[in-house]
């Protein structure tokens, strides 16, 4: 469950800095690369926590 909770944060710090990016940065390709890095680093956080909560379910 730690790898879950260091994805979700990891992709909020992302989101975050690809906003700075956008912001300061004269392309916009950079942001785009780290949204959609961050995008899918939730959606694997999201993946793995429904798979620990199938087994879960399972098991009772």
Not at 9 to 26: C, Q, V
Not at 39 to 50: E, Q
């Amino acid at each position: 469950m730690k790898t879950v909770r260091l994805l979700i944060i990891l992709a909020a710090f992302l989101i975050m800095i690809s906003s700075a990016f956008t912001l300061l940065a004269t392309t916009d390709r950079t942001a785009v690369y780290i949204n959609i890095f961050a995008m899918l680093s939730l959606a694997v956080a999201v993946t793995i926590m429904n798979f620990k909560n199938t087994g879960k379910r399972q098991d009772k």
